[in-house]
């Protein structure tokens, strides 16, 4: 089992959609996780961070569930500007090191 | 503004021509490391340092070296590049290692060793 796994989609919505992606990690003792966006070509953007249960931020909610040991990404009512790669990020039990997932692929239609 | 830069942007070069890519933050982070992305593998780390003079491996260290004699600056080099280092390059900076600290990426520099 990777590390960290996600679904590389792409996944094609129309705009006002709600979309969820999953991030399955492997390291039960993990425990603080992070949501960054990257956009094409450019470097990726912390977007959320997760250490309990979840986190909400606006339009963006992000859920851990530490039994099955995967993390969520929901996007309420999506926007045309919500198109990019959405990349889960799990540290180390020492918090050196930064293990990515290979991203899921997000496009928003109009 | 707070930021993490990278010089040169693109690169193409020719295998064995030693080049350096330099990385500099302004944040006063301890935390610096550089990854690589490669399409299919996503973003792999590369070697990372946890203060001035403090450098360790990542998981893709082989070809690649490192030093931090400032705070700010965190060099990646490649002595005798080879045509598997074309990559993307990302630096990266954070306070520290807490988890709560955000990582701030470079813009990237795209590498071609051909």
């Known amino acids: 089992r990777k590390e960290v796994e996600q679904d590389p989609g792409p996944f094609n919505v129309p705009e006002g959609a709600t979309v969820a992606f999953n991030c399955t990690y492997s390291n039960s003792a993990s425990q603080s996780f992070f949501w960054y966006r990257q956009d094409c070509r450019k470097e990726p953007k912390l977007l959320m961070s997760?250490?309990?249960s979840g986190n909400e931020d606006g339009r963006f909610t992000a859920q851990l569930n530490r039994a099955s040991q995967y993390i969520s990404l929901l996007i309420r009512d999506s926007k045309l500007s919500d198109s990019a790669t959405y990349l889960c990020?799990?540290?180390?039990?020492?918090?050196?090191?930064?293990?990515f997932g290979g991203g899921t692929r997000l496009m928003v239609k109009p | 503004e707070a930021q993490v830069t990278q010089n040169p942007r693109y690169l193409i070069t020719v295998t064995g021509k030693k080049l350096t890519v330099t990385c500099s933050q302004n944040m006063n982070h301890e935390y610096m490391s550089w990854y690589r992305q490669d399409p299919g593998l996503g973003l792999r780390q590369i070697y990372y340092?946890?203060?001035?003079?403090?450098?360790d491996k990542g998981d893709v260290p082989e070809g690649y070296k490192v030093s931090r004699k400032e705070k700010r600056n965190f060099p990646l080099i490649l002595e005798s590049p080879s045509p598997n280092q074309t990559s993307l390059y990302f630096c990266a900076s954070r306070q520290g290692l807490a988890g709560y600290n955000e990582q701030f990426f470079g813009p990237g520099t795209r590498l071609t060793v051909l």
């Open positions: 340092s946890m203060n001035v003079e403090v450098t």
């Open positions: 990020v799990v540290p180390n039990n020492a918090g050196n090191m930064l293990t």
């Open positions: 997760v250490y309990s």
